[in-house]
């Protein structure tokens, strides 16, 4: 891994006030012939209490820039400051919110354990860690499910309890990956609902990752759109919707109707007006 | 007060109702019980009208088995320490010895990618020969001592153990190992908390044919400069003809392997019991 930028911890590149900047990343898997650049001198900032999307097309390194993001994978040129210091592994008060919660929650403890799961540590009395989980539950509405199992629970409720589990974690940045990407459309809707009260009530950062094009935009303050690989930013889009958002209204406001046809020209054909 | 738990049905969703268990071991007791009285009655009546010295009826051989384990005046007999008891003794410390490292060289072998493309050929190379093939030269490595025999068992069935785990270990999804990297987890931890329970399903089924395994190279070391067990009474009974001996023995010997079966179902029941309710649900 070559490594261009000094390890300095302090010099922020670009907005200190930020809690994300991403400078100048790009990630190569492989070398050689087979080499596939994945995602290519991306860079943006993230300021505190933003909810940004990041939209492309499917194939276009979304998970790889989350990764990235989230310290699991160090990028084969530039990088990450979170809070002010440049990472080198997974960040502090970082979650995430992986796609699979069939695989991401583990099938073995209770919905209580499993949110529990996260303060494992001694920081917490024992009094405290079921306050923090009971807390949580109940902030994703799952008051009462503690003492069932994940493969008692239907898809988006297991959902629930890995937000919930993110929560108990109390993070300042929370990282979702293509969550709702296996609920139905009811369940999803709620569930987004849900995003959009515990953001609200736990100021998180939140980083949004979707292929859905009208999620990103009802979410969100800002929807980044990457290109297909090697991925960069096509347009940093920013979204004036009023708050809160409603699953109706939102939705039939004229500003997010051509607001979700300039993201899906971006993202289909690479140009706004395709 | 905490507000009353909802029930999940008010949600529509259903229940995992388990099943109920006493319904279903009836049944499965009578698939198990019925069978077996009509194939002992059949042996039973085949030997008594048609007496061989070969085939002694089944209700003499339990007799006898009694006889040999029970018969005395105190509770148990002599035999019942010198040879039931002492080969017991030896399969479990063999089995307990090869599990535990089985499942430590496995879980290095499945967590460590140098270690599995190091060790493998020797691994595959190793449990190729059959583990009875390598008694003769455990006796001239470590003598012919209790200490033989049981090393000898524990290398025998560590194959199973080793082999189920580093597939298990090596087959954790991948989102499970970022879990424990997002959290910050540590690696011990991770290794207690995800890893192992994750790999536990195939460790286990490792561990049941080791139990298997482990009966059987305990009587079969039995066989060779042993001066007590029931693989040494069996070659003593064969040595003077005392085919009732033999069998009853044998019958002990079923017993046994039963026994630590049933054992290892409960066990099972307890720490796998999420794998089969989650399985029955996809």
Do not use: C
Not at chain 1, 135 to 151: I, M, N, T
Not at chain 2, 23 to 50: C, D, E, H, M
Not at chain 2, 107 to 119: D, L, N
Not at chain 2, 265 to 277: A, C, Q, T
């Amino acid at each position: 891994m070559t490594d261009v930028q000094p390890k300095s911890t302090h010099a922020v590149p670009g907005d200190p006030g930020a809690l994300v900047v991403v400078d100048n990343v790009s990630h190569t898997y492989g070398s050689g012939s087979t080499a596939h650049n994945a995602i290519r001198n991306l860079a943006f900032s993230v300021q505190p209490r933003e909810f940004v999307s990041i939209v492309g097309p499917s194939g276009a390194g979304k998970t790889t820039l989350l990764r990235t993001l989230a310290g699991l994978l160090s990028p084969s040129s530039g990088g990450v400051w979170v809070e002010g210091k440049r990472i080198s592994g997974v960040p502090d008060d970082m979650a995430m919110v992986f796609q699979d919660y069939s695989r991401s929650l583990l099938p073995w403890l209770s919905v209580e354990k499993n949110v529990a799961f996260p303060l494992g540590g001694s920081k917490h009395s024992t009094a405290e860690r079921h306050e923090i989980v009971r807390e949580s539950l109940e902030a994703v509405g799952l008051d009462g499910f503690g003492k069932r199992y994940p493969w008692q629970l239907s898809g988006g409720m297991q959902q629930r309890v890995a937000i919930a589990r993110a929560l108990a974690y109390r993070p300042k940045l929370l990282l979702m990956d293509e969550p709702f990407a296996s609920v139905d459309a009811q369940t999803r809707e709620g569930l987004e609902d849900l995003v959009l009260q515990i953001r609200d009530r736990y100021d998180m950062t939140i980083l949004f990752v979707t292929h859905d094009i009208d999620e990103s935009v009802y979410l969100a303050n800002r929807v980044l759109v990457l290109s297909r690989p090697p991925a960069h930013i096509v347009e940093d889009l920013r979204i004036e919707l009023p708050e809160p958002r409603d699953q109706i209204t939102t939705r039939e406001n004229p500003d997010f109707v051509h607001l979700r046809s300039r993201v899906a020209r971006l993202v289909h054909g690479g140009t706004p007006e395709g | 007060m905490p507000t009353p738990t909802r029930s999940l049905e008010t949600h529509g969703i259903p229940i995992a109702r388990r099943p109920r268990r006493s319904r279903k071991a009836l049944i499965s007791l009578g698939y198990f019980v019925i069978p077996l009285v009509v194939l002992v009655s059949l042996w039973q009546l085949a030997t008594t009208l048609n007496p061989s010295p070969f085939f002694p009826p089944p209700l003499a051989i339990a007799e006898n088995l009694w006889k040999l384990l029970f018969g005395g005046d105190a509770l148990v007999t002599e035999l019942f320490f010198t040879d039931f008891l002492t080969t017991v003794g030896r399969m479990l410390a063999g089995f307990a010895i090869g599990t535990a490292w089985g499942i430590v060289v496995g879980t290095i072998m499945g967590r460590s990618r140098a270690a599995r493309e190091t060790v493998t050929p020797i691994v595959e190379l190793l449990r190729s020969i059959p583990a009875t093939a390598t008694l003769p030269l455990f006796i001239i490595l470590l003598g012919g001592g209790d200490d033989m025999r049981v090393v000898f068992i524990a290398y025998g069935v560590s194959w199973f153990v080793l082999i189920n785990t580093a597939a298990g270990v090596g087959s954790i999804h991948k989102t499970m190992l970022d879990l424990g990297q997002v959290f910050k987890v540590s690696r011990t931890r991770q290794l207690f908390t995800i890893v192992l329970p994750a790999a536990m399903p195939k460790i286990f089924a490792g561990i049941r044919i080791a139990s298997t395994a482990a009966l059987l190279l305990a009587i079969v070391s039995e066989f060779i400069l042993a001066t007590n067990g029931i693989g040494f009474q069996l070659i003593q009974a064969q040595g003077r003809f005392q085919l009732l001996t033999m069998w009853s023995w044998m019958l002990a010997l079923a017993i046994l392997g039963l026994l630590i079966n049933s054992l290892l179902d409960y066990v099972e029941g307890r720490v796998l019991s999420w794998h089969k309710l989650s399985r029955a649900r996809i």
